[in-house]
């Protein structure tokens, strides 16, 4: 019967396929050219609307920023003129005056506080209408000191209540601190930052309103930290204010989303923070705003439809010194475009038409060119981690993308061939590129195993080839099998020998330990498997294992054309003879002393005997392995 030729994959070359998508969307923006006259005259009622928001975000920056400077201001001085090694309760009533002498001008300071770096505090700040059971009707302000642990007394904290005349109305008595101020940010800030700057919004400890602290560090005492905290609630009269009409939504808003100060702010937040997000005010259009702050470069103009209205707006960060604060305004596109937004809506149906039919397209040519690269992709990332596969690649019907997954194929399972020929940590050092092809090495302590089958010669003397082949096969597929899952690096296979070693060409700094639970695992495997050999019949193939720990020189030996990464030195001819002696204690695992020490702790090691290994003049201690430590 004639073979048949498979019918031939129909390709289409890639730089035809993006020549078409580009002159489909030079296509459709043409025709969109006719709708430009429409939209130059909405982009000039924008313009107006651009300035008219400006206005309203500018007086709302103007004012924060000057409340912010003047607070500066004044820490500035204290961090010069406040000196903190008076006593506490001196430095509270200073506290005291200054947030008296602030709050007249900046009704937004709550507090004023100095931490210390043993953990001492002072706290001045309003009371708010928010009382606890222990706050007195009559209260106006609050003296916070905490003294630090000193002289076999414990930490403790005094807490003092004020009336409006500064006159005590209450004196709790000492309790333990509330908090550690060294832990809260307006005290780390400040620490690790000398300069004068702001915490970004947070929870106040002593009242649990949302604010901002100003702080500096003392320029008089090291590690005391200053700091004023302003709460954000007066934000809602200032928005009340420069609202210029009732259907205009201004809102000031964290970028996590979190509702700051509205001009109906008293009835969208609940009486304890958090704050609720924007999203979750009951108001699309703030909502709307939110999106925008997430989606879209901060002061941009942009058009929304909300509930089928259409409005504009704009979100643009508060002050600088405040970057996570954004205002958010949104206004009916109506009231701000007028006519223009009529005469603009034709056109916008034919461009808008336009451009979703070019989207559509782009998404399409782009898919059917993503989507192989994709798979390809992600399975490179696999060939790069030797996680091979023998599934075939994907196809495509662009040329050039098929005739990369046929490539990346062959080249698949070229690797897979180069594994199973070269030991898999050094082909993966070769493709990650971290380990070098030159000739050579460097010098580094490692552990050597050497093993080697009793009486193999005379059982293979009994054998085909074939089956010698076949028994060895296995033998060396759960010898080798367990020595790699501990972490070996198998050098060689020497006919019914192997030898493997550790801590390269990745480091393993418990590499003894390693190599010695290795063995132990690996002669457990290989007693299964005589006793399989046994149960068919044919003889136990007996292990016998050299370890010792040393310095080697690990790398690449050989010829420009054909080398072997492989360890050489006393190292590796110490661990052969330890191998070697087995027959002669009749032991089955002989490990060095250098061996027993590295491993550590979790061996049971039978000393045998103080020898000087044939080859060399060294006098050393050898030990038998004799299995884990079930005490260890």
Same mark, same amino acid.
């Given at each position: 019967?004639?073979?048949?030729?498979?019918?031939?994959?129909?390709? +289409?070359?890639?730089?035809?396929?993006?020549?078409?998508?580009?002159? &489909?969307?030079?296509?459709?923006?043409?025709?969109?050219?006719?709708?430009?006259?429409?939209?130059?005259?909405?982009?000039?009622?924008?313009?107006?609307?651009?300035?008219?928001?400006?206005?309203?975000?500018?007086?709302?920056?103007?004012?924060?920023?000057?409340?912010?400077?003047?607070?500066?201001?004044?820490?500035?001085?204290?961090?010069?003129?406040?000196?903190?090694?008076?006593?506490?309760?001196?430095?509270?009533?200073?506290?005291?005056?200054?947030?008296?002498?602030?709050?007249?001008?900046?009704?937004?300071?709550?507090?004023?506080?100095?931490?210390?770096?043993?953990?001492?505090?002072?706290?001045?700040?309003?009371?708010?209408?928010?009382?606890?059971?222990?706050?007195?009707?009559?209260?106006?302000?609050?003296?916070?000191?905490?003294?630090?642990?000193?002289?076999?007394?414990?930490?403790?904290?005094?807490?003092?209540?004020?009336?409006?005349?500064?006159?005590?109305?209450?004196?709790?008595?000492?309790?333990?601190?509330?908090?550690?101020?060294?832990?809260?940010?307006?005290?780390?800030?400040?620490?690790?930052?000398?300069?004068?700057?702001?915490?970004?919004?947070?929870?106040?400890?002593?009242?649990?309103?949302?604010?901002?602290?100003?702080?500096?560090?003392?320029?008089?005492?090291?590690?005391?930290?200053?700091?004023?905290?302003?709460?954000?609630?007066?934000?809602?009269?200032?928005?009340?204010?420069?609202?210029? +009409?009732?259907?205009?939504?201004?809102?000031?808003?964290?970028?996590?989303?979190?509702?700051?100060?509205?001009?109906?702010?008293?009835?969208?937040?609940?009486?304890?923070?958090?704050?609720?997000?924007?999203?979750?005010?009951?108001?699309?259009?703030?909502?709307?705003?939110?999106?925008?702050?997430?989606?879209?470069?901060?002061?941009?103009?942009?058009?929304?439809?909300?509930?089928?209205?259409?409005?504009?707006?704009?979100?643009?960060?508060?002050?600088?010194?405040?970057?996570?604060?954004?205002?958010?305004?949104?206004?009916?596109?109506?009231?701000?475009?007028?006519?223009?937004?009529?005469?603009?809506?034709?056109?916008?149906?034919?461009?808008?038409?336009?451009?979703a039919l070019s989207l559509i397209g782009v998404l399409m040519a782009a898919r059917r060119i993503a989507r192989?690269?994709?798979?390809?992709?992600t399975r490179m990332r696999r060939i790069m981690a030797l996680k091979l596969q023998e599934t075939p690649p994907?196809?495509? +019907?662009?040329?050039?993308?098929?005739?990369?997954?046929?490539?990346?194929?062959?080249?698949?399972?070229?690797?897979?061939?180069?594994?199973?020929?070269?030991?898999?940590?050094?082909?993966?050092?070769?493709?990650?590129?971290?380990?070098?092809?030159?000739?050579?090495?460097?010098?580094?302590?490692?552990?050597?195993?050497?093993?080697?089958?009793?009486?193999?010669?005379?059982?293979?003397?009994?054998?085909?080839?074939?089956?010698?082949?076949?028994?060895?096969?296995?033998?060396?597929?759960?010898?080798?099998?367990?020595?790699? &899952?501990?972490?070996?690096?198998?050098?060689?296979?020497?006919?019914?020998?192997?030898?493997?070693?550790?801590?390269?060409?990745?480091?393993?700094?418990?590499?003894?330990?390693?190599?010695?639970?290795?063995?132990?695992?690996?002669?457990?495997?290989?007693?299964?498997?005589?006793?399989?050999?046994?149960?068919?019949?044919?003889?136990?193939?007996?292990?016998?294992?050299?370890?010792?720990?040393?310095?080697?020189?690990?790398?690449?030996?050989?010829?420009?054309?054909?080398?072997?990464?492989?360890?050489?030195?006393?190292?590796?001819?110490? +661990?052969?003879?330890?191998?070697?002696?087995?027959?002669?204690?009749?032991?089955?695992?002989?490990?060095?002393?250098?061996?027993?020490?590295?491993?550590?702790?979790?061996?049971?090691?039978?000393?045998?005997?103080?020898?000087?290994?044939?080859?060399?003049?060294?006098?050393?201690?050898?030990?038998?392995?004799?299995?884990?430590?079930?005490?260890?």
């Amino acid at each position: 019967m004639d073979k048949v030729d498979p019918p031939q994959r129909r390709t +289409s070359s890639l730089s035809l396929v993006v020549g078409t998508v580009f002159a &489909a969307i030079v296509i459709v923006l043409s025709g969109t050219l006719l709708t430009m006259n429409y939209i130059t005259v909405a982009d000039l009622g924008k313009h107006e609307a651009l300035i008219r928001f400006d206005q309203v975000g500018g007086a709302v920056r103007s004012t924060l920023a000057s409340e912010i400077s003047l607070i500066d201001t004044v820490l500035d001085t204290a961090s010069l003129t406040v000196e903190t090694d008076i006593p506490k309760t001196d430095l509270a009533t200073l506290l005291v005056s200054m947030l008296i002498d602030m709050r007249s001008s900046t009704p937004a300071v709550t507090g004023v506080e100095i931490g210390e770096a043993d953990g001492g505090m002072v706290l001045a700040r309003t009371v708010t209408s928010t009382r606890t059971d222990r706050e007195p009707a009559t209260a106006a302000y609050e003296i916070a000191i905490l003294y630090p642990a000193r002289d076999g007394e414990p930490a403790h904290e005094v807490r003092t209540f004020l009336d409006k005349d500064r006159n005590t109305v209450l004196s709790l008595p000492p309790s333990p601190p509330r908090f550690d101020p060294r832990t809260r940010p307006w005290y780390i800030a400040g620490l690790n930052d000398p300069r004068a700057h702001i915490i970004p919004p947070y929870v106040f400890a002593n009242s649990a309103a949302l604010g901002v602290s100003l702080v500096r560090a003392s320029r008089l005492t090291p590690g005391t930290v200053i700091a004023f905290d302003a709460t954000l609630a007066d934000l809602d009269t200032l928005l009340r204010r420069v609202r210029t +009409s009732p259907d205009m939504e201004l809102v000031a808003f964290l970028r996590s989303g979190l509702l700051l100060a509205h001009a109906d702010g008293a009835l969208l937040r609940p009486d304890d923070p958090p704050p609720p997000r924007l999203d979750q005010t009951g108001s699309p259009v703030r909502a709307a705003l939110l999106r925008i702050s997430e989606t879209t470069p901060t002061g941009h103009l942009q058009d929304l439809v909300v509930d089928g209205e259409r409005y504009l707006a704009q979100v643009a960060p508060a002050i600088d010194a405040l970057p996570d604060v954004l205002i958010g305004i949104a206004y009916p596109y109506e009231r701000v475009l007028g006519p223009a937004g009529v005469a603009r809506r034709d056109g916008l149906i034919v461009s808008n038409i336009a451009l979703a039919l070019s989207l559509i397209g782009v998404l399409m040519a782009a898919r059917r060119i993503a989507r192989p690269l994709t798979m390809l992709t992600t399975r490179m990332r696999r060939i790069m981690a030797l996680k091979l596969q023998e599934t075939p690649p994907p196809r495509s +019907s662009i040329r050039e993308i098929d005739e990369l997954s046929t490539a990346m194929g062959t080249m698949e399972m070229a690797l897979a061939t180069f594994a199973r020929y070269v030991p898999r940590q050094i082909v993966h050092g070769i493709v990650d590129r971290h380990m070098s092809t030159d000739l050579g090495g460097e010098r580094k302590p490692v552990t050597v195993l050497f093993t080697d089958v009793t009486a193999f010669s005379t059982m293979a003397e009994t054998l085909t080839p074939e089956e010698v082949m076949a028994r060895t096969g296995r033998y060396f597929d759960v010898l080798g099998h367990a020595l790699m &899952a501990g972490g070996a690096t198998i050098d060689k296979y020497i006919g019914d020998s192997i030898m493997a070693f550790w801590n390269a060409p990745g480091d393993q700094p418990d590499h003894a330990a390693m190599a010695c639970r290795a063995v132990l695992e690996a002669a457990a495997r290989i007693e299964e498997l005589n006793a399989r050999f046994v149960a068919e019949g044919a003889a136990p193939m007996l292990t016998r294992f050299g370890l010792h720990t040393g310095e080697a020189v690990v790398g690449n030996v050989g010829s420009a054309d054909r080398m072997n990464y492989t360890v050489l030195g006393h190292t590796v001819n110490i +661990s052969a003879r330890l191998e070697a002696l087995n027959k002669t204690y009749q032991t089955q695992i002989l490990v060095s002393e250098s061996v027993r020490l590295a491993a550590g702790p979790g061996f049971v090691f039978r000393h045998v005997d103080t020898i000087a290994p044939r080859g060399t003049r060294e006098v050393i201690r050898i030990y038998e392995l004799q299995g884990l430590d079930p005490e260890a």
